[in-house]
């Protein structure tokens, strides 16, 4: 089976969820860049031609209480 490309899955491009790319926290807690080992200091939606999608750095959505119950077969 041939592997799906990023376009194809739906995941947008980000240098946050690059593998080459590292967030930079700032002390307020605002993340708005990341540093890339092939361009440097950048702005965390930018995206270039090395862009390889790393599974780990995203955060999954917690899904709302009503779906967890339908899945578990209980009804409220």
Do not use: W
Not at 13 to 18: G, I, R
Not at 19 to 46: F, P, W
Not at 58 to 74: C, L, N, T
């Amino acid at each position: 089976m041939a592997k799906r490309s990023t376009y194809e899955a739906g995941i947008e491009k980000s240098c946050a969820f690059c593998e080459l790319g590292t967030v930079i926290v700032r002390s307020s807690g605002e993340a708005t860049d990341v540093i890339c080992e092939k361009h440097g200091i950048v702005r965390k939606d930018y995206v270039c031609r090395s862009f390889c999608y790393d599974l780990l750095k995203r955060e999954p959505q917690e899904k709302p209480i009503s779906e967890i119950a339908v899945a578990s077969g209980k009804n409220e």
